[in-house]
């Protein structure tokens, strides 16, 4: 790739991503997809081409990270790499944070102004989804089968080269990992069926939670833990 200074292999030249006008461009196997305020941009995760793609409001779509191989590489832009992303979700600082699983298991931190990618939690992660409160000082994670990961620091992260600003080891979980249920409950009792898709409510500062497998929608406070169910029966419609 002259024109961006990146050697491919072969197997990666055929995975590279296709940019330009909606008309023009080409997604593979899309996953997670978050908004920023800030610039009203559109990230999407194109799973098969190990990227984060930006789509613009004037519609024009870039490859803002990864380089189209399957690794775990901090760097700017397409010199960076991903392995096993899914999900992501941007704080209001315009930074964007990244789940990896399928062994790679990681948090990664894209900084949306200038490219850089970090890596901010390193193992355990390897769960569908994740999500941030708004001023990027709080990141939950669905982790194994069963639990769900909460992570905080006292501000927002920050990245610079070979400098970011990690968050702290794992502050608790919710659920047991291994045991299936849809209990309610403080985070030692609470007990959760699968954990899917993850998401902050603004007003409440809770965590929203859908259980794949639990058939339910669970609210969990983000200071305690607690898990309270507040929707679905935990039977699946016919």
Same mark, same amino acid.
């Given at each position: 790739?002259? =024109?961006?200074?990146? @050697?491919? &292999?072969?197997? =990666? +030249?055929?995975?590279? +991503?296709?940019?330009?006008? %909606?008309?023009?461009?080409?997604?593979? #196997?899309?996953?997670?997809?978050?908004?920023? =305020?800030?610039?009203?941009?559109?990230?999407?995760?194109?799973?098969?081409?190990?990227?984060?793609r930006?789509?613009?409001?004037?519609? &024009?779509?870039?490859?803002?990270?990864?380089?189209?191989?399957?690794?775990?590489?901090? !760097?700017v832009g397409v010199l960076s790499a991903f392995k096993g992303l899914f999900d992501i979700a941007c704080d209001d600082q315009g930074f964007l944070f990244i789940s990896e699983r399928g062994g790679a298991n990681n948090i990664r931190l894209l900084d949306t102004t200038t490219g850089l990618v970090t890596t901010l939690v390193s193992g355990g992660i390897v769960g569908n989804s994740l999500t941030v409160n708004p001023a990027?000082?709080?990141?939950?994670?669905? %982790?194994?089968t069963y639990q769900i990961a909460a992570y905080f620091t006292q501000a927002p992260v920050t990245a610079t080269p070979g400098n970011p600003t990690a968050l702290p080891a794992l502050s608790f979980t919710v659920g047991l990992n291994g045991t299936? !249920?849809?209990?309610? !409950?403080t985070r030692g009792v609470a007990r959760l069926s699968q954990p899917f898709m993850l998401d902050i409510d603004a007003t409440t500062d809770e965590l929203v939670v859908t259980h794949y497998t639990g058939?339910?929608? &669970?609210?969990?406070?983000?200071?305690?833990?607690? #898990?309270?169910? @507040?929707?679905? &029966?935990?039977?699946?419609?016919?």
């Open positions: 790739d002259v =024109e961006r200074g990146v @050697f491919r &292999s072969k197997a =990666e +030249c055929l995975r590279v +991503c296709i940019d330009g006008p %909606i008309a023009l461009s080409r997604f593979t #196997n899309l996953a997670g997809v978050s908004g920023h =305020e800030g610039t009203s941009a559109l990230f999407v995760v194109d799973l098969s081409h190990y990227a984060i930006k789509i613009a409001t004037d519609k &024009s779509i870039t490859t803002v990270a990864g380089t189209g191989g399957s690794a775990t590489t901090n !760097g990027g000082t709080a990141v939950f994670a669905a %982790i194994g299936d !249920g849809a209990a309610s !409950g058939h339910q929608v &669970s609210r969990i406070r983000t200071v305690s833990g607690r #898990n309270n169910k @507040f929707a679905g &029966s935990g039977t699946p419609a016919v």
